[in-house]
């Protein structure tokens, strides 16, 4: 067993509740995923990979981590402050029906919309203006989590495959590392500003290797 520190890399599995009523929110076990219907196609379940201190978790449950043991479960209590923040009355919006009407929605209490790039849940509708909820969904609340910390990865490979698994949503990255000097072949050119973005960041969390390189798979 080994003690996590901040910058480990660290494969995981857990699953997130409300402390009120138990509801699962979110997890890696695909099959309870499935149970209780929060399942997302596009998802990718099983173990995961994260590094600690790089907010690829909650915040308070990054925190959390530190100093827990490799090879063991735990039961993580966040209060909403250390979870997904108190409820913020300045994000409550009056929002008039027209900005509705010219995308054809009908608001409803409950619906979830989407006003000029920000996510809302719409609380009230009256008098031809509805009250939307701009805060997360899931703000003033409690939760657990139960986490199961199965090992601290070290090969460099995984973890860059990791780090842009989670930050780009990329999962099929050829990569080659050689003499510190990390060749990544992508299915699509990334753009030269997020290379260069990505590369730094890649060599703050990971710097045995000085240099990344993000070059697109010659077709076949």
Known sequence: MTAI??????????TGRLKETEE???????????????HRKNMIYGPVTVCIGQAQLIKGLDDELIGKETGKSYKIELPPEKAFGKKDAKLFKVVPFSAFKKHKII???GMQV????????VRTTTGGRCIVDFNHPLAGKAIVYDIKINGIITDNRQKIKSFL????????????IKEGKATIALKKEMPK????IISKK?????????EFVFTQEKKK
């Open 5 to 14: 520190k901040k910058g480990d890399f660290v494969e995981v599995e857990y």
């Open 24 to 38: 699962v929110f979110d997890t890696t076990d695909e099959k309870l995923a499935k149970e209780t219907k929060i």
């Open 107 to 109: 608001p409803e209490p």
């Open 114 to 121: 989407n006003i000029d790039g920000l996510l809302g849940i």
């Open 165 to 176: 698994g989670l930050e780009l949503g990329i999962k099929d990255a050829n990569i080659e």
């Open 193 to 196: 500003e997020t290379a260069e």
């Open 202 to 210: 890649l060599k703050e969390i990971i710097p045995a290797v000085k």
